[in-house]
């Protein structure tokens, strides 16, 4: 069974940094993309971060610069590095399987989030 | 920065078809924007039902179908049950990103 777990959520200050993990199973986790998406309470989704096989990495422009995707294979884990947040960076994030490979879906199993505030 | 609309809110009866759906600033929508499509009730994580389009994963209800049209991409729910009141989101994938819509509240009533 393929399951997504993430942790490091919590309170932060403003200009603070933050490091989220997502501990992955059930699957071959080297072999897949893996993304960050974010959500503000009552408002959608946004898209975050994604890294690939080789660990390249992508970023829209609201966090580059700022956050930093990156992924250690060897414990199945995937990390968001997030420096110099700001309020309205407060959210839960989750982690998102990406593509496999083939005709493999993709963004097709979440983690149930990690709520992160950034108040002072 | 490409901006990715739906339809806010939608309303449909029970055992109704209701057709959402998913438009690009940057022109058609077309099957290299590989759009997908999510399902959140409230408290939930988002659950995958469509993706490149049409795919349906191996928990998607056969009552869903994604397409394009229109140059938009669609989701299309035919004969709607209750447990499909939800807000649902499109993600476009352009020019190395990925792109959500601000998603649509159906309403079953």
Same mark, same amino acid.
């Given at each position: &069974?393929?399951?997504?777990? &993430?942790?490091?959520? @919590?309170?932060?200050?403003?200009?603070? +940094?933050?490091?989220?993990? *997502?501990?992955? #199973?059930?699957?071959?986790?080297? #072999?897949?993309? %893996?993304?960050?998406?974010?959500?503000?309470?009552?408002?959608?989704?946004?898209?975050?971060?994604?890294?690939?096989?080789?660990?390249?990495?992508?970023?829209?422009? #609201?966090?580059?610069?700022?956050?930093?995707? +990156?992924? &250690?294979?060897?414990?199945?884990?995937?990390?968001?590095? %997030?420096? +110099?947040?700001?309020?309205?960076?407060?959210?839960?994030?989750? *982690?998102?399987?990406?593509?496999? @490979?083939?005709?493999?879906?993709?963004?097709?199993?979440?983690?149930?989030?990690?709520?992160?505030?950034? #108040?002072? | 920065?490409?901006?990715?609309?739906?339809?806010? !809110? =939608?309303?449909?009866?029970?055992?109704?078809?209701?057709? =959402?759906?998913?438009?690009?600033?940057?022109?058609?929508?077309?099957?290299?924007?590989?759009?997908?499509?999510?399902?959140?009730?409230? /408290?939930?994580?988002?659950?995958?039902?469509?993706? !490149?389009?049409?795919?349906?994963?191996?928990?998607?209800?056969?009552?869903?179908?994604?397409?394009? =049209?229109? /140059?938009?991409?669609?989701?299309?729910? !035919?004969?709607?049950?209750?447990?499909?009141?939800?807000?649902?989101?499109?993600?476009?994938?352009? /020019?190395?990103?990925?792109?959500?819509?601000?998603?649509?509240?159906?309403?079953? =009533?």
């Amino acid at each position: &069974e393929v399951q997504l777990v &993430e942790s490091g959520g @919590g309170l932060v200050q403003p200009g603070g +940094s933050l490091r989220l993990s *997502c501990a992955a #199973s059930g699957f071959t986790f080297s #072999s897949y993309d %893996m993304h960050w998406v974010r959500q503000a309470t009552g408002k959608g989704l946004e898209w975050v971060s994604g890294i690939d096989t080789a660990s390249n990495t992508y970023y829209p422009g #609201s966090v580059k610069g700022r956050f930093t995707i +990156s992924r &250690e294979n060897a414990k199945n884990s995937l990390y968001l590095q %997030m420096n +110099s947040l700001r309020a309205g960076d407060t959210a839960v994030y989750y *982690c998102a399987r990406g593509f496999g @490979g083939g005709d493999s879906a993709i963004f097709d199993y979440w983690g149930q989030g990690a709520l992160v505030t950034v #108040s002072s | 920065q490409t901006v990715v609309t739906q339809e806010p !809110s =939608l309303t449909v009866s029970p055992g109704g078809t209701v057709t =959402l759906t998913c438009a690009s600033s940057t022109g058609a929508v077309t099957s290299g924007y590989y759009p997908n499509w999510f399902q959140q009730k409230p /408290g939930q994580a988002p659950r995958a039902l469509i993706y !490149s389009t049409m795919k349906k994963h191996s928990w998607t209800p056969a009552r869903f179908s994604g397409s394009l =049209l229109g /140059g938009k991409a669609a989701l299309t729910l !035919s004969g709607v049950q209750p447990e499909d009141e939800a807000e649902y989101y499109c993600l476009l994938y352009r /020019g190395g990103a990925w792109v959500f819509g601000g998603g649509t509240k159906l309403t079953v =009533l």
